[in-house]
């Protein structure tokens, strides 16, 4: 049997059981989200989503192969690794200083053992490759992970939105990475939405699933955050399937919307990590659309970039021309997070 075949109907079966067996253990053991005034669910919803994406990216990473070579075996510890982290954060509300130490500790010691980190960032200026020798790269690779991370869990504002972002940037990785005759690589990203998606029905609570319903947790988030960094890095960098700059057009609106709330917040003369309503699924929702229309806003924006991204590079773009493009996106994304920052409707008219 052919291994794509065997993939897509392993994966999400994998993914399916694990849903199956550790929601109703979730529920029993407390291991939920309650509500509260800042959520708009009404009860408590188990946090296994990361535990059943992990389960069918390890049945992803065995079919292909990938965990036997290629650095991947530290992708899969630190994936682990990172989880656990998540997981201990779900349960006692960990503080960001030592989440962030033991983050960027793990990530650090499976890039500088795998040799996947950034070496360079490519031709950004249209002239020679800006290179990042050592340490520095891998310094460098230690920030975007935690960036990464960070905007993911900070993406995960309402059903759907990080793991459908997600699934979109992985569709990007998998077309990008096959394109350029890294079949293992493109068929890992692939397998990662058959996971993805099979935890997003779960999620979105479609007819035959109600009662099933489940979040990411930190766990999760942190693990599709440092899924997506490894991605890119590898497809970048070890594999050279598509420039640097790509990158940012793939993991697009989660840095550009985290980036923006930082500056708003900063220019508030806030902390930039105080919680708020100013991620733009809350600004869309206080422009009174509903959560499956904000949805649906926020992932067509990305699967604009993403698209974007992947048919410059497919066209042969080069990589100033690119690197110019993602200075407009930002320009613009970072225009309509103000501009509807600036509009909200009175608290109380939002749906």
């Not at 009174?288 to 949805?295: D, E, M, N, P, V």
Request: proline content about 3%; charged content about 10%.
């Amino acid at each position: 049997m052919d291994t794509e075949v065997l993939g897509s109907f392993l994966v999400p079966v994998s993914s399916a059981l694990a849903a199956f067996g550790f929601l109703p253990l979730a529920r029993r053991v407390g291991f939920v989200d309650h509500p509260n005034a800042r959520k708009q669910h009404g009860m408590p919803v188990p946090l296994i989503g990361g535990v059943v994406v992990f389960v069918g990216l390890i049945m992803a990473g065995l079919i292909t192969g990938l965990w036997r070579g290629e650095g991947w075996g530290w992708c899969l510890a630190a994936a682990l690794v990172l989880v656990a982290i998540g997981t201990l954060d779900d349960i006692f509300d960990l503080s960001a200083r030592w989440r962030f130490l033991w983050q960027g500790i793990t990530v650090a010691l499976a890039c500088a053992a795998s040799g996947v980190y950034i070496e360079t960032l490519g031709a950004l200026f249209g002239g020679g490759a800006v290179m990042l020798a050592g340490l520095v790269g891998l310094g460098f690779t230690v920030l975007c992970a935690l960036a990464c991370i960070n905007a993911y869990n900070m993406i995960d504002g309402i059903d759907g939105q990080a793991g459908g972002v997600t699934l979109i940037t992985l569709a990007g990785v998998a077309i990008l990475s096959a394109a350029s005759g890294h079949n293992g690589t493109g068929l890992f990203a692939a397998l990662a939405c058959l996971a993805l998606l099979t935890y997003l029905l779960f999620n979105l609570e479609i007819p035959l699933l109600r009662g099933w319903k489940m979040f990411l947790g930190d766990g999760g988030s942190t693990l599709l955050g440092f899924l997506v960094l490894w991605l890119l890095v590898a497809g970048s960098q070890r594999d050279g399937g598509f420039p640097p700059i790509v990158a940012v057009w793939l993991v697009g609106v989660p840095i550009l919307d985290m980036l923006a709330v930082f500056a708003r917040r900063l220019l508030r003369g806030r902390s930039p990590f105080a919680a708020d309503r100013t991620h733009i699924h809350h600004l869309l929702l206080d422009r009174g659309l509903h959560a499956r229309q904000a949805l649906v806003v926020v992932v067509a924006m990305h699967g604009a970039m993403v698209a974007f991204g992947v048919a410059g590079t497919l066209a042969g773009w080069s990589e100033l021309a690119l690197t110019l493009g993602t200075l407009v996106a930002a320009a613009l994304y970072f225009s309509l997070s103000f501009l509807l920052a600036g509009r909200r409707l009175p608290q109380g008219s939002t749906v």
